[in-house]
């Protein structure tokens, strides 16, 4: 008997190592069984994912083609007189040094690459352009064979349409007087800057962060994510004032319009995650390699006989 305690230590100690991760593990394997609501919303996702599989093929094969079109350098205060009236344009908001330089492009603009601050830098020098602010005007359409960063502070106005594999807006002003087309998505983060799109928006997935930005694309199968809650839009092609609600739905109140999902953690995967917080960067990663953000379709019940 007085070694009683000494099995009962052991046996428990056992119970720990042995047992308790076989616990673990098949709550960890316990797949997330979606409301109806929700399994139409993994179902778009995977269709998305599909339509993004295709396109990463199709932008792995694309001819190079790069065109630079004439460009100058003039003031803040002239650029407003310029271009300043045109149809949906906010640079006069956007600009806070009259003298502030600003990058003029003349025509159509396609790079084989990102347009970001430091190719924004490097133009500038070439017309040797001092204290350069990242200001740019193209008075043409923008094309890009990579993405439109906002990674320090840009300020951009494109006149015509866009195409871009990605757009990330943060700190600065971006916008855009005709279509935009991101093949992976558009994200923006963080109050201080904005987005602005006068015409359509063709996007899978539109993620935003505290920031003044479209939460709405034209294209049918589209998955806005608002800080990690996975948004609702379901009137938008029906027309309905009615739309399907369920206990899985949540918001459309306080003056919002749209409604979100209640359990978006659970249909996203891990991976979106970084330090328990999502991270659209994590989130834009496995677009980008080719996988779904998404957890999958659940396969349905076996029927017993």
Do not use: C
């Given at each position: 008997?007085?070694?009683?305690?000494?099995?009962?230590?052991?046996?428990?100690?056992?119970?720990?190592l042995?047992?308790?991760p076989?616990?673990?593990?098949?709550?960890?394997?316990?797949?997330?069984?979606?409301?109806?609501?929700?399994?139409?919303?993994?179902?778009?996702?995977?269709?998305?994912?599909?339509?993004?599989?295709?396109?990463?093929?199709?932008?792995?094969?694309?001819?190079?083609?790069?065109?630079?079109?004439?460009?100058?350098?003039?003031?803040?205060?002239?650029?407003?007189?310029?271009?300043?009236?045109?149809?949906?344009?906010?640079?006069?908001?956007?600009y806070d040094?009259?003298?502030?330089?600003?990058?003029?492009?003349?025509?159509?603009?396609?790079?084989?690459?990102?347009?970001?601050?430091?190719?924004?830098?490097?133009?500038?020098?070439?017309?040797?352009?001092?204290?350069?602010?990242?200001?740019?005007?193209?008075?043409?359409?923008?094309?890009?064979?990579?993405?439109?960063?906002?990674?320090?502070?840009?300020n951009?106005?494109?006149?015509?349409?866009?195409?871009?594999?990605?757009?990330?807006?943060?700190?600065?002003?971006?916008?855009?007087?005709?279509?935009?087309?991101?093949a992976?998505?558009i994200?923006?983060?963080?109050?201080?800057?904005?987005?602005?799109?006068?015409?359509k928006?063709?996007?899978?997935?539109?993620?935003?962060?505290?920031?003044?930005?479209?939460?709405?694309?034209?294209?049918?199968?589209?998955?806005?994510?608002?800080?990690?809650?996975?948004?609702?839009?379901?009137?938008?092609?029906?027309?309905?004032?009615?739309?399907?609600?369920?206990?899985?739905?949540?918001?459309?109140?306080?003056?919002?319009?749209?409604h979100?999902?209640?359990?978006?953690?659970?249909?996203?995967?891990?991976?979106?995650?970084?330090?328990?917080?999502?991270?659209?960067?994590?989130?834009?990663?496995?677009?980008r390699?080719?996988?779904?953000?998404?957890?999958?379709v659940?396969?349905?019940?076996?029927?017993?006989?």
């Amino acid at each position: 008997m007085k070694y009683l305690p000494v099995y009962l230590f052991v046996g428990f100690i056992t119970l720990i190592l042995i047992v308790l991760p076989f616990i673990a593990r098949d709550e960890s394997q316990k797949i997330y069984l979606p409301g109806a609501l929700e399994k139409k919303l993994l179902q778009k996702a995977e269709r998305i994912h599909k339509k993004i599989q295709a396109a990463l093929q199709t932008l792995k094969i694309r001819a190079a083609a790069e065109h630079i079109p004439p460009k100058t350098l003039i003031s803040a205060q002239e650029a407003i007189a310029r271009y300043g009236d045109r149809p949906g344009s906010q640079i006069a908001d956007n600009y806070d040094d009259d003298n502030a330089p600003v990058l003029i492009y003349h025509g159509d603009l396609t790079l084989n690459g990102d347009l970001n601050s430091a190719w924004l830098q490097q133009q500038a020098a070439e017309l040797h352009a001092a204290a350069y602010r990242n200001h740019i005007i193209i008075d043409g359409n923008l094309t890009l064979q990579g993405a439109l960063l906002d990674d320090a502070a840009l300020n951009l106005s494109v006149s015509g349409n866009v195409q871009a594999d990605y757009l990330h807006s943060a700190d600065g002003h971006l916008e855009i007087l005709g279509d935009l087309d991101s093949a992976l998505g558009i994200s923006g983060a963080g109050n201080q800057g904005t987005l602005h799109i006068a015409g359509k928006i063709r996007a899978p997935y539109l993620l935003s962060q505290e920031h003044a930005m479209p939460r709405e694309a034209d294209n049918h199968d589209y998955i806005h994510i608002e800080s990690g809650d996975i948004g609702y839009h379901p009137a938008k092609f029906d027309g309905s004032q009615k739309i399907p609600l369920d206990d899985s739905i949540s918001g459309g109140n306080n003056g919002w319009f749209w409604h979100y999902y209640k359990h978006s953690a659970k249909m996203l995967r891990p991976e979106n995650y970084e330090r328990g917080k999502f991270s659209p960067a994590q989130f834009l990663a496995l677009v980008r390699n080719g996988e779904n953000p998404f957890i999958p379709v659940p396969p349905p019940k076996k029927t017993q006989t």
